[in-house]
T-cell receptor, first 112, second 112 residues
Framework: DAGITQSPRYKITETGRQVTLMCHQTWSHSYMFWYRQDLGHGLRLIYYSAAADITDKGEVPDGYVVSRSKTENFPLTLESATRSQTSVYFC???????????FGPGTRLTVT | GENVEQHPSTLSVQEGDSAVIKCTYSDSASNYFPWYKQELGKRPQLIID?????GEKKDQRIAVTLNKTAKHFSLHITETQPEDSAVYFC???????????FGDGTTLTVKP
């Protein structure tokens, strides 16, 4: 769906560098989420946001920072990337009160 | 918090056979149980869901059953086809902040 996009789609970075993954949705969904997907671990929630300027930690928040100054954008920053953060990252959004989640296409991040 | 366990982790069936994937959840407050399908290299997409006030729901070849007492729910795919090959995720949500807790996924392979 063009309604939720992620950039970049692929990223290779070095250990210790800062990297920001972008997520943009055009539906004006209130809730947005960041997941990481690793083999054997399914989808693990990193951070989520209920609205602009409201964010909260998920299951695996360490090493990540988020912000949400506008409803449509929810960037995820790795302040000092580590090899363990090599993963596929999915952004998702949902209507207020609606638990069905709409996923972005994902960003494959490799930390060397 | 909620804990969702999903079995089996891999499932291989012959085309035309049925496939069953089972999930259990821990939080009795969970009231929404979606199933997502993720094809190789793609994003997860909702295929069917069920709410806690319903015991079964069907959509063509796909059905989901829910046993609230036992806290488990299952996905049933009949007359499987090669295009059903994918990773399937179950999830549970109590409507809190739109958050869902995901199972670790089942890789379904349908052999022609």
């Amino acid at each position: 769906d063009a309604g939720i996009t992620q950039s970049p789609r692929y990223k290779i970075t070095e250990t210790g560098r800062q990297v920001t993954l972008m997520c943009h949705q055009t539906w004006s969904h209130s809730y947005m989420f960041w997941y990481r997907q690793d083999l054997g671990h399914g989808l693990r929630l990193i951070y989520y946001s209920a609205a602009a300027d409201i964010t909260d930690k998920g299951e695996v928040p360490d090493g990540y920072v988020v912000s949400r100054s506008k409803t449509e954008n929810f960037p995820l920053t790795l302040e000092s990337a580590t090899r363990s953060q090599t993963s596929v990252y999915f952004c998702a959004s949902t209507l207020a009160g609606g638990p069905e989640q709409y996923f972005g296409p994902g960003t494959r991040l490799t930390v060397t | 918090g909620e804990n969702v366990e999903q079995h089996p982790s891999t499932l291989s069936v012959q085309e035309g056979d049925s496939a069953v994937i089972k999930c259990t959840y821990s939080d009795s407050a969970s009231n929404y149980f979606p199933w997502y399908k993720q094809e190789l290299g793609k994003r997860p997409q909702l295929i069917i869901d069920i709410r806690s006030n319903v015991g079964e729901k069907k959509d063509q070849r796909i059905a989901v059953t829910l046993n609230k007492t036992a806290k488990h729910f299952s996905l049933h795919i009949t007359e499987t086809q090669p295009e059903d090959s994918a990773v399937y995720f179950c999830a549970a949500s109590n409507g809190n902040a739109g958050k869902s807790t995901f199972g670790d996924g089942t890789t379904l392979t349908v052999k022609p």
